[in-house]
């Protein structure tokens, strides 16, 4: 049945594009709608009338218009669903609980041991933060859509579900949906930078560009890349791994096994590691070192600020060589060391980024905070769940009785356990 299949996909299609807008746009009309997604007016109205019997988008009230009907305002039902970002940064995990308006409402923060996490470890953590969740907003948890992880390492998709391959952690492939089995709440994941690059694509600063490298800078080095509108995967959804790009032969040794990783050069620990080389690295685990570091640099103590400078250099070289092999239109700059490097060298670091890059590309690219600040990579994890009810591939649970069809959960397809 090829017709019914492609009405089935278009129809999809446009339920995406209208919703997304609306979660976009906050307010709006019916004929803006039509003209954002380039749409007729009757198509429009559809797919708003499906939305509004979800309980999702609601007529918000009504404004005259001249000589016609009045036009009703819409929005989407900020209560109407629910989506759990999980931000695993290897020495934390955040969870964090999202309104469809993408409003936080709730977070639960676990500080972890690097040297000692596992998988099993994070999925506890994240399990008690949906208790808690559970406990204290019974009414949101009731419409929750499903959970994005955004993990460290390399997340790759395929039929029986995403596996995880944490090189850096030094664990062993890792089965997600088996590994982190949250009961009949819906589990999607994806590596922690292109998490950022979602939000950021979305939310932020990459917002409106179709082509975009967003870098996240934090112990580890990652990042995502929009390339023609779409998160570029690769093969099998590595592509992005720009921390493990060789700027140096025989240079200081990675997490990854190899040498001369640009993340072995301005990850947080590496550059804490060069200004305190006597200390134990328990001394600065976290954002901890990097804030002494800073500390010193703002009262001009000469060798910090002088590794400070280097590490710009080192890095406005790695990021030309993004602008040289992508010619990106943006670079956003996020991770919390990426941002408190933007806030303390900002404009040395763009100018470091053109000094390296061809002339041409070096003309065509802004460099640029990342917008969403602390919130950004759970954020984009609570866009997976997101992105499958705005494309109608999940629903919304319904807060309704027991019994009631419409808190029939969405069938998940897990695979038997031995
Ligand atoms: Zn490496």
């Given amino acids: 049945m090829a017709h019914s ?71 989407v039902v900020p209560d109407g669903a629910h989506v759990v970002g999980a931000d695993f940064g290897e020495e934390w995990v955040a969870v964090k609980l999202f309104d469809l308006a993408l409003r ?23 399990r008690r933060a949906l208790d808690r969740f559970r406990a204290v907003h019974p009414q949101r948890m009731a419409s929750l859509v499903g959970i994005g992880l955004g993990l460290p390492g390399i997340v790759e998709h395929h039929a029986g579900g995403p596996t995880l391959f944490a090189q850096t952690l030094r664990w062993r492939q890792l089965p997600i949906a088996e590994v982190f089995d949250l009961g009949d709440v819906p589990v999607f994941a994806d590596n922690v930078a292109k998490t950022l690059t979602i939000a950021e694509h979305w939310l932020g600063a990459a917002r409106g560009s179709d082509e975009a490298a967003v870098v996240l800078v934090g112990r580890g080095i990652g990042a995502g890349f929009i390339n023609g509108g779409r998160v570029l995967q690769g093969l099998s959804g590595s592509a992005g791994e720009w921390g493990h790009t060789k700027i140096s032969i025989g240079g200081p040794s990675c997490q990854c096994g190899s040498r001369g990783c640009l993340e072995a050069h301005v990850g947080g620990d ?24 800073l500390a010193a640099v703002a009262d001009d103590d ?23 092999m992508l010619n990106p239109e943006r670079i956003v700059v996020g991770g919390w060391l990426g941002q408190r490097l933007m806030a303390v060298r900002g404009a040395e670091l763009e100018r470091a980024v053109r000094s390296y890059s061809l002339a041409r590309p070096a003309q065509q690219v802004q460099v640029v905070p990342c917008l969403l600040g602390e919130d950004a990579i759970a954020t984009g994890s609570a866009l997976l769940p997101l992105e499958r009810l705005i494309g109608g591939e999940l ?12 808190t029939a959960r969405v069938q998940r397809h897990r695979m038997p356990k031995d």
């Fill in 302 to 324: 000469p060798r910090a600020v002088r590794i400070l400078d280097d590490s710009i250099e080192v890095l406005g070289l790695g990021l030309a060589n993004l602008v040289n």
């Fill in 104 to 126: 936080r409402h709730d977070e639960v923060r676990v500080e972890l041991d690097r040297r000692t996490v596992t998988g099993e470890v994070v999925a506890a953590a994240i």
């Fill in 5 to 75: 299949a492609t009405s089935k996909d278009l129809r999809q299609r446009n339920r995406a594009a209208v919703f997304r807008r609306m979660v976009l746009d906050g307010e709006t009309t019916r004929a803006d709608l039509a003209t954002a997604c380039g749409m007729s007016a009757a198509t429009v109205t559809n797919v708003v009338n499906d939305l509004i019997g979800e309980g999702l988008v609601t007529e918000l009230g009504f404004v005259p218009s001249v000589g016609g009907r009045p036009i009703a305002r819409l929005g």
């Fill in 395 to 406: 629903r919304a649970p319904r807060a309704a009785a027991p019994g009631d069809p419409a």
């Fill in 270 to 293: 590496a550059i804490v590691r060069r200004w305190l080389p006597d200390e134990d690295e328990l001394a600065f685990t976290g954002t901890h070192g990097v804030d002494r570091f």
